[in-house]
């Protein structure tokens, strides 16, 4: 019978219904979207990390993921010494250049990252033949609308089109490395270096001879690298999906609030003739409570849903920059957050509501 | 009926007062609504109060359904001692003990006429069909075709209807009505006069009625005068005009 009284108020101011169950489901699609396109762009970056092939990496000591942008710590000359190393196959240093968040130009020798990705493949085009060209993914090349001849202008040049690439392999955006090292001011240097190990039983022992040689650099194994890709891995990920959810909550419970303290107001009434039948305070509380948790799993499963549509649209205007994945983990969480900030708006509200004189109630017009 | 406060009752008395006093606090003045009632209603008496407004009418009203304390005095409703109950005892002796039927019909508009009826028995904890007593009701009251209807498309006669149905869902001890015909015109007032009356003669429904409408004092069995806070002698005896 409550649940009947629940769903009758609700349909009875269909207005502020919808509009509660629509800043609910914002708040949803918030946390949702946020912690989709945290996973979704770790993942991204994990999937190009193994996309390189690359047994070991060789960074910086200390260096973080994302960082690292510019500098070339590294002699180009170490990376044929490595190659001499016993069961390296294959050694290949990178310059980056790192453009506005996330992108950054990775500076390759061709030659020697297409036989360490395993081949790298050409939608359109052919590598860079002229000393203006540049290789973009496919993805990158659809965010920005561009084609083999088209031009676009990164770090003040304006550089030509001459391939498209599949993605999935480093980076979205690649120049010869004499170049990138040219433009930073790095020449002879190299920002970070790749190896191929002849067997995969051989990494762990390359790996402890490097660490044994180059103490100070940070070798790490491609699972390694990969690992660090997960918002476990990164605290400022962490925190930043924190604090969105305690903003979440605060609008889920502001939006609450209103809408029930408006609904107490205007069914003071109401309440009255519900206290004068003998309804006791926990069985106003109760209906009131239960149309908030209404609202609230409502408004998660709109949040759900637009969450789909926030992916479709970053997948549509920019898939390169950002791409937020689905979380069906984070469903029951995210309503757990629409309820726990619904509840909290219904508090004073229910407890005006179970407090209010009988006697007064019935008198409110 | 068993409330935690029963007392015993003179059996055929549903509700025996005395030396009822209510006493609000406005601001920093003393109001007394109620200088000592004593009044005595027999099981299955039909009893209009009548009254100029601020008499203590509805005072009295308020108190026997429960919703208000008294400041002194005893008040019992069958067997239940209402002068000493606390709030929650109140709340739970209104969820079967009395049936209110307002001038305002105070119908929730959200349900249909039926739900209306059927929170009432969700709120006294009855989940179960209506008993007999309530068939033989709703046949009187003749509402039965419009019990899916929603407040907002009945008429003011038909929703007090419904009303009184919700009042005796719960086959209460006393029936209390307050101005139960104020909003009607006078071809719904005698109807629902006359529905009243009939609950009281064929099923023996106990009922405490306020008017100011001497017209339909005059449906009652017995009136009673109020004025000033007190039961006074009414202009020709308390017994009803016959009708």
């Known amino acids: 019978m409550i649940n ?86 294959l050694a290949t240093g990178t310059a980056i250049y790192p453009l506005q968040f996330p992108q950054s130009i990775q500076g390759i020798d061709f030659e020697k990252f297409d036989r360490l990705t395993g081949g790298v493949r050409f939608v359109e085009g052919r590598v860079f033949r002229a000393p203006d060209d540049i290789v973009v993914d496919s993805e990158y090349a659809a965010e920005r609308k561009l084609k083999v001849g088209s031009k676009i202008k990164l770090v003040e040049r304006e550089w030509t089109v001459c391939g498209i690439i599949e993605p999935g392999k480093l980076s979205r955006i690649f120049l010869p490395i004499q170049v990138v090292q040219e433009f930073t001011g790095n020449t002879g240097k190299v920002s970070q270096i790749f190896l ?143 309820l726990g900030g619904a509840f909290l708006g219904t508090l004073y509200p229910s407890y005006r509501a179970a407090k209010q004189d009988a006697i007064e109630a019935l008198a409110y017009d | 009926m068993t409330n935690g406060h029963a007392t015993a009752a003179t059996p055929d008395l549903m509700v025996e007062i005395q030396g009822l006093r209510k006493t609000y606090r406005v601001g920093e003045v003393d109001v007394h609504a109620l200088r000592g009632v004593d009044l005595n209603v027999n099981r299955g008496e039909f009893v209009a109060i009548v009254g100029p407004s601020g008499s203590g009418k509805s005072t009295l009203f308020h108190i026997l359904g429960g919703l208000l304390a008294p400041s002194a005095g005893t008040v019992r409703v069958g067997d239940q001692d209402l002068a000493a109950m606390r709030d929650s005892e109140r ?95 006078s071809e719904n007032s005698d109807a629902v006069l006359d529905l009243l009356r009939e609950l009281n003669h064929r099923l023996g429904q106990t009922i405490l009625m306020i008017t100011h409408d001497p017209e339909a004092a005059a449906f009652a069995d017995r009136i009673v005068y109020m004025r000033d806070g007190h039961i006074v002698p009414g202009p020709s005896s308390t017994k009803a005009p016959d009708r």
Not at chain 1, 7 to 35: D, Y
Not at chain 1, 58 to 82: C, D, H, W, Y
Not at chain 1, 289 to 306: H, K, N, P, V, W
Request: aromatic share 8%; glycine share 8%.
């Open chain 1, 4 to 89: 009947q009284l629940v769903i009758e108020n609700l349909k009875h101011r269909p207005v502020r219904t919808c509009l509660s169950v629509l800043a609910i489901g914002i708040s949803v699609t918030l946390v949702l979207t946020i912690v989709g396109l945290s996973h979704g762009m770790l993942e991204d970056n994990a999937r190009r990390a193994r996309g390189i092939g690359a047994d070991l990496w060789i960074r910086p000591g200390g260096m973080q993921l994302g960082t690292g942008g510019g500098s070339a710590p590294f002699n180009e000359k170490l990376v044929p010494a490595l190659e001499k190393f016993e069961h390296v196959a």
């Open chain 2, 91 to 185: 709340t739970n002796f209104r969820k079967a003990n009395v049936g209110f039927v307002f001038q305002k019909y105070n119908l929730l508009p959200t349900l249909s006429a039926e739900d209306n009826i059927n929170i009432a028995r969700h709120i006294a904890g009855k989940n179960g069909p209506p008993d007999e007593f309530f068939a033989r009701a709703l046949e009187l009251l003749g509402i039965a075709q419009r019990l899916h209807h929603k407040p907002r498309a009945m008429s003011g006669g038909e929703q007090q209807r419904v009303a009184i149905a919700r009042a005796i869902v719960n086959h209460p001890a006393l029936l209390l009505a307050d101005e139960p015909t104020g909003n009607l015109d």
């Open chain 1, 196 to 338: 191929k190990v002849d067997d995969e039983r051989n990494i762990a022992a390359v790996k402890a001879k490097l660490k044994e040689t180059f103490p100070e650099y940070g070798i790490l194994t491609l699972e390694e690298i990969v690992s660090l890709y997960s918002v476990d891995a990164i605290a400022p990920i962490k925190i930043f999906i924190r604090v969105i959810v305690g903003i979440a909550v605060v609008i889920g419970f502001v939006f609450v609030f209103l809408s029930m303290y408006t609904a107490v107001l205007e069914r003071t009434r109401e309440i009255g003739i519900l206290k004068a039948l003998g309804a006791s305070p926990a069985y106003i509380m109760a209906i009131l409570m239960r149309e908030s948790a209404l609202l609230a799993l409502a408004g998660s499963l709109l949040g759900i849903a637009f969450s789909y549509g926030t992916r479709e649209i970053f997948r549509i205007l920019i898939p390169a920059s950002m791409q937020q994945k689905i979380m069906p983990d984070w469903w029951p969480i995210a309503a757990a957050i629409a």
